[in-house]
């Protein structure tokens, strides 16, 4: 550990900025501490914290750009991918999509500040059409106002910060093997806890478009639920017949009086692995109704261009 504290003094921006572009990157390892570092060194090299600063919001801002025109050229499927290899995979799209709908471009300003949707919000503005400056001027923003609070952080509590280290040092390899554990373990219960959840929403019923198509035909009585989040303008409103549209926050409450309980629920939406619809049914399937998913979502039905 006393090497890994010379190291940062001896190489700290290059720590600040590798600690960063790793992050941003995709890599689930905190970037935040680096920037607490930097601010209790600060104390004493005042122009060290403005350097710091800088160099981590040009790395924030090199791995989010990249992230940006991929999500421009290939759409959605980089919300995908990242989604596959994120350790909250069944929520992250629809957390930063719902964060868009509500907020618009103050998601990417803040992202770096939200869980879930730091990873996402790049893509997801490049995927939506936010024009290149204006991500450029809000993700620049953004990246020095969260270096700044870690650099906060460090300037008020550097005697703590101090303390830490020499703590640190002490225990010499062993502190090291600690850090090195606890990080592990949290990825892998992270990890454990993806797996329950994708398991889970495995077991939602799933209806085919064909079959949804021929009953839709036949005038059954269905209730066709949108969850996808709308958040750009050129969304153009395209949905399925007859398909309600609700936010996920809605369906503890909403009610279906004139719905008997035999009659089917298909909730739908595009993200991967049909995951907030497979929430939605799992939740309403609770609640006594026969929920069932729409396998593959908007984009199967799209594909499929099925009768109205």
């Not at 050129?234 to 008997?260: C, E, H, N, W, Y």
Request: include cysteine.
């Amino acid at each position: 550990m006393e090497n890994l504290v010379h190291v940062f003094m001896q190489h700290g921006l290059l720590s600040v900025f590798l600690g960063v572009l790793i992050e941003q990157v995709g890599v689930p390892t905190p970037a935040l501490p680096f920037f607490v570092l930097a601010g209790a060194r600060a104390v004493g090299e005042r122009l060290f914290g403005l350097q710091a600063l800088m160099v981590g919001a040009a790395a924030a801002l090199i791995a989010d750009t990249c992230w940006y025109l991929a999500g421009r050229h290939f759409g959605r499927g980089v919300l995908s991918l990242l989604c596959r290899v994120s350790l909250s995979p069944d929520t992250c799209v629809r957390k930063s999509e719902a964060s868009f709908a509500r907020r618009g471009a103050l998601t990417v300003l803040l992202a770096k500040f939200v869980p879930g949707v730091s990873l996402l919000a790049a893509p997801l503005a490049g995927a939506l059409g936010m024009r290149l400056p204006l991500f450029l001027v809000l993700e620049l923003a953004g990246s020095l106002l969260w270096g700044l609070s870690g650099l906060a952080i460090g300037f008020v509590f550097h005697r703590q910060v101090q303390g830490i280290l020499t703590r640190l040092a002490d225990l010499g390899a062993l502190a090291a093997a600690v850090l090195a554990g606890a990080l592990t373990l949290y990825v892998m219960l992270r990890l454990l806890h993806r797996m329950k959840v994708a398991r889970l929403l495995k077991t939602a019923p799933r209806i085919d478009v064909a079959e949804l198509a021929q009953r839709l035909a036949r005038g059954e009585p269905l209730v066709i639920l949108d969850l996808r989040q709308r958040a750009a303008p050129a969304d153009d409103g395209a949905s399925i017949p007859g398909a309600r549209a609700v936010s996920f926050d809605q369906l503890a409450t909403i009610d279906f009086p004139a719905l008997a309980a035999e009659h089917a629920i298909v909730t739908f939406c595009d993200c991967p692995n049909d995951a907030s619809a497979a929430r939605a049914a799992m939740l309403l399937r609770q609640r006594g109704w026969h929920a069932r998913v729409l396998r593959g979502g908007y984009e199967s039905w799209a594909r499929s261009r099925p009768p109205a």
